[in-house]
């Protein structure tokens, strides 16, 4: 049968579509890889990965065999994590991926109680495209991810954790504020800054801007909430913020005001995800609870 470090160098390589890189990914020498895959292969009687091609490409039943690999190897993960949990509670370290439209300005007062009450227990915090971060979660690179909704998979457990409106904004000066109430039609033709098109916030901003009749300004796409409230504050175009972030101190309305339009409203929805059976399932629920509280006390007091 197969090692287990043999399946954890044929996923590296199907991952890195490399040797180099995956022999650095495992901490072995690039020999020591090629060995113990053509030993897997010899085991398993097939062909795993095309030789000669660059990038590296695996065979189709190569490709097969890596997705049942990696299923083996976060069910090895978990089963490690179950017996380490039985022994020593809440410890040890949890690689959470956040949202950055998201994470800088809700997760800090959540980080430091979580500390308090499970001193022993660790957060590797990582930003990143929830796209992105639902892939890792499902490979096993990361643990649990902070992501909008929807999130749809039965290999994942999804937990909804709060609804939080969205606002239009604008810098102090703008025309609009000169109208003594405002309208769908009222917002017809102007600009709304976003994100760049990989993240999640972008298609939600994309979707109100056809809503409005509004023009997405695909010229002027912001790295993150503080340059869309920067460049909507410095008369650039609206923007939409989420409220947590306008109650949030590392937010605010400093430099923007909010537009109140009669006939519209739009709001997001956040979840903490987790792969489904995941040893540390407990840990996550605690995680997501914590999250939600510190949301929920933040939205009341809107």
């Known amino acids: 049968m197969p090692t287990i ?13 490399h040797f ?24 398993l009687g097939v062909m795993l990965i095309e030789r000669g091609e660059t990038p590296v490409q695996l065979t189709p039943v190569g490709r097969e065999i890596a997705v049942r690999a990696r299923r083996i190897l976060l069910e090895v993960s978990d089963l490690r994590g179950l017996a ?48 992105d971060q639902l892939a890792e979660l499902r490979k096993g690179g990361l643990d649990m991810v ?8 039965t290999d994942l457990e999804i937990e909804p954790l709060f609804r939080e409106r969205l606002h239009l904004v ?21 600009g709304i800054l976003s994100l760049d098109r990989r993240h999640h916030f972008h298609r939600q901003v994309s979707g109100v801007c056809e809503d409005l ?4 300004l695909r010229d002027y796409e912001g790295t993150s909430l503080d340059a869309l409230r920067q460049m909507a504050g410095s008369g650039i175009g609206l923007a939409i913020l989420p409220e947590l972030y306008l109650r949030s101190e590392v937010g605010g309305e400093d430099m923007v005001r909010r537009l109140v339009v009669e006939d519209w409203s739009a709001t997001r929805s956040m979840a903490a995800v987790w792969r489904s059976g995941a040893a540390y399932s407990e840990y996550y629920r605690v995680i997501a609870q914590s999250t939600q509280g510190a949301a929920r006390t933040l939205l009341e007091g809107a």
Do not use: C, W
């Open 5 to 17: 470090k043999q399946l954890q160098y044929f996923v590296a390589v199907a991952d890195a579509r």
């Open 20 to 43: 180099g890189r995956a022999a650095a990914a495992v901490h072995v020498s690039q020999p020591t890889l090629s060995q113990q895959l053509k030993a897997l292969e010899a085991r």
């Open 84 to 131: 380490q949990r039985s022994n020593s509670g809440m410890a040890g370290t949890v690689r959470f991926g956040v949202t950055p439209t998201l994470g800088p300005y809700l997760l800090p007062p959540v980080v430091a109680q979580l500390h308090r009450d499970h001193p022993m227990m660790r957060l590797h915090m990582r930003e990143g495209i929830p796209d």
């Open 146 to 153: 902070l992501s909008p909704l929807p999130v749809a998979g």
């Open 170 to 190: 604008a810098a102090p000066d703008h025309p609009l504020f000169a109208k003594s109430s405002l309208r769908k039609a009222d917002l017809a033709g102007s």
């Open 213 to 216: 009749n509004a023009e997405l």
